[in-house]
Structures are given as C-alpha cells and as structure tokens.
C-alpha cells in the first residue's frame, strides 16, 4: 500500500503516511493548545456515544516537571515507556488519568504500518476501529525537531491540529512522515516484541491491521 516508488510518488507518499497514523473520527470543536505554564486545556469532542468511553476529564494543571513510568502489559509482552512531562504534560497528564481508569485496559492495537519508512504500531482505541476515543481533546505539544520519527518513539494520533485524544502510536523503525504528532515518551523495554509483531506482517482491506493481534491487558503509571 505504501510502498515507496521512484521520483515523484515520494511526497505523495508523505501525505498518505501523515494520514496513516491519525485517527478517524471526525473533528468537532477544535482543542487549544496549553494556555500556560502547567496549564492545559481539554475540550468536549462531541463524538458519538458508540465512539467515545468517556471516564471523566485529566485535571487542568499538569505536572511540567519529572518523568513517568508506563508498562503496557500485552498478550504478546510487555512494554515499557518513559512519559516526558517536561516537554509534553498535557499529553503525559491525559496518558496518566486515562490510565488510572482502567481507559486502556482490554483494548486492541488497531494499526499497523511496517514498511520501509513508516513502522508503527497505533493504541490507544476503546473501540479498535480507529474512530473511539475519551470524549476529550486537547491540543499539540513538542512539534519542534528534525522531520520524522525515530525507533523507539511514542506519540499522539490524531485527526488534524490539537485533535488529540487517547490514540497513541508506538514506532518500532525510523518513520518519515511529517511532525505533526506529539511526541510524549520513548519506548525503554519491548522493542523486541513489537519487532516480531511487525515480522509477522499486516492484513485486512486497508493492509494495515496487525496479524497477530496486540491487546493491552493493562496500562499502569508510576512515577519513576
């Protein structure tokens, strides 16, 4: 589907790449960015109740300080990830609440992309169809740096500018689609395991669900 082909497919090939990794829901109000120092703002997104799991809305005041310690336990083992408050708290503080309710938990990796440059893994969905989310969005955060995603990133999908919601996507090799996600933590333990996920290849329409199925039992938070 995305294969990279000679000349000018190349920036075709960006755009659909940026697409790839956003959610699908449509977009209703639009989420504002942090308003201050700490301060962050989480707007209602108005989705259909079949597409949201609501559990209540992150506090307004994050922590812009410290890092925390997230473990995805899945069916196929488990991940770790550092959150980086410092330079994305709204995104940390959501990940931290959402988490906290047991939002995540028994949900399925809906996407994957794994090939050569585009290899990630997208969470995060309580309905896995890449339309659910919390009810909530709120805006961008450390869009700065070099175009691209490393190995070992983890950021926020979404569905355009501060559309952010519980969707999030795991890049398991260097991916060159745009900087238009919000980078939020690294993966620090697990890569190993979403590189056999994404040997094992993708199937369905869209060539872009995982064939061996990804679930997150849990998500837990600790501070590190």
């Keep these: ?26 977009a209703a109000a639009k989420a504002l960015p942090p308003v201050g120092s700490g301060v962050c703002l989480y707007t209602p997104d108005f989705a259909p109740a079949a597409q949201t799991k609501s559990v209540g809305t992150p506090a ?39 988490a906290s309710k047991g939002f995540f938990d028994d949900t399925n990796c809906h996407r ?3 090939q050569r440059g585009a290899g990630v893994l997208q969470c995060g969905d309580p309905t896995g169809t890449g339309h659910g989310g ?4 709120f805006g961008d955060e450390n869009l700065g740096g070099a175009p691209g995603y490393s190995r070992g990133e983890v950021a926020m999908a979404n569905s355009g500018p501060d559309t952010n919601g519980s969707q999030f996507f795991l890049v398991f090799s260097s991916s060159v689609f745009r900087r238009d996600y919000t980078p ?3 993966i620090t333990s697990g890569l190993p395991v979403l590189d056999k996920v994404a040997k094992d290849g ?4 869209q060539k872009d669900v995982p064939r061996t199925k990804v679930t997150l039992e849990k998500v837990t ?3 590190k």
């Design 1 to 26: 589907m995305l294969r990279p082909t000679p000349a000018r497919a190349a920036l075709a090939m960006l755009v659909v790449l940026a697409a790839a990794v956003g959610g699908e829901r449509p």
């Design 60 to 98: 307004w005041d994050a922590p812009m300080t410290g890092t925390s310690v997230a473990t995805l336990h899945t069916n196929v083992g488990d991940l770790v990830l550092s959150l980086d408050a410092a330079h994305a708290p709204c995104a940390v503080n959501s990940f931290r609440y959402l």
């Design 221 to 223: 938070v600790a501070d």
């Design 184 to 186: 939020f933590g690294t």
């Design 202 to 205: 993708t199937t369905g329409p």
């Design 134 to 137: 919390p009810g909530y969005e």
């Design 112 to 114: 994957m992309l794994a």
